[in-house]
């Protein structure tokens, strides 16, 4: 039997041929010309991606590749997991896998601030507590596991000097300003270490007028920074004290106490740095 094509029967199968090349080649959703292998056009809806529970970012599973053998580099899924064992942990998030492990694809972020109030006043010998955010005790929660850095600033500022004594006869100094140095520790205790931070300031006196003329609160900055590690859901206390140094040339009535975040809060700040 003979077969015969009539013209339009050649155009029909001309078209469904390069309809059909172009089916293989690109795929478009909610569009008739896809500028992609695949292009999804949405302006109400996502695209949601493969949702599994990873488990470590060097372990494959639960995705398998359904060719057999290891999965293919650039598979990229959701995670819904977290994980807290210390090392390779997985967080909820997008990850991609490299060949060797999961990659996630969004930057980790968190900080927290604490600050105390103003207008603290020391007195030797006895310990100040210096409350951060309202509370002696704070806690911090580490959203991530890893480094956090820590960075706590604290200021102090000596009280007034006493007037100097120049004594008499032989004795005399002939001195009519005293220039006295005001000392003391400062501890930041984050989950259990103590960190001291040294503090120290200068007050003056002099006596060639009458009344005499103090400068005091002349507050001086102390900055540590340092690096911890904690574990995903953590959760730490801090706190901040202040201990002053016996101070034998300042003034023994309240004017010679010291002070503490005089005119500016003391500061801890805690922040994520990377793994």
Excluded: H
Excluded at 174 to 180: E, F, K, M, P, Q
Excluded at 202 to 230: D, G, H, K
Aim: glycine share 10%; aromatic share 14%; net charge negative.
């Amino acid at each position: 039997m003979k077969s015969t094509f009539t013209p339009k029967g050649v155009m029909l199968l001309f078209v469904i041929l390069i309809s059909s090349t172009f089916c293989f080649a690109q795929v478009g959703i909610n569009t008739t010309t896809p500028n992609g292998i695949l292009d999804i056009n949405s302006s109400t809806q996502g695209f949601v991606l493969p949702r599994v529970a990873l488990t470590s970012t060097l372990v494959m599973a639960p995705v398998t590749n359904p060719q057999t053998g290891a999965i293919a580099v650039g598979t990229t899924v959701y995670n819904t997991a977290t994980t807290n064992t210390g090392a390779n942990d997985v967080f909820p998030g997008i990850y991609t896998w490299n060949g060797s492990e999961w990659y996630s694809q969004y930057q980790r972020r968190q900080y927290a601030l604490y600050e105390s109030s103003v207008g603290y006043r020391s007195t030797p010998g006895s310990t100040l507590t210096i409350p951060l955010n309202g509370s002696s005790s704070p806690t911090f929660t580490a959203k991530y596991t890893g480094n956090y850095k820590i960075r706590v600033r604290v200021d102090f500022g000596g009280g007034g000097a006493i007037v100097p004594n120049e004594g008499s006869g032989g004795s005399r100094s002939d001195g009519d300003l005293n220039i006295a140095r005001a000392t003391g520790n400062f501890t930041f205790t984050f989950n259990g270490t103590n960190y001291t931070i040294p503090a120290y300031s200068y007050s003056t006196a002099y006596n060639n007028v009458s009344p005499s003329t103090n400068y005091f609160a002349i507050w001086q900055e102390f900055i540590i920074n340092e690096v911890v590690t904690l574990n995903a859901n953590d959760t730490v206390n801090l706190s901040l004290t202040f201990l002053q140094d016996t101070a034998e040339e300042f003034l023994t009535t309240s004017t010679g106490r010291g002070y503490v975040s005089y005119d500016i809060p003391c500061v801890a700040e805690v922040f994520y740095v990377g793994e």
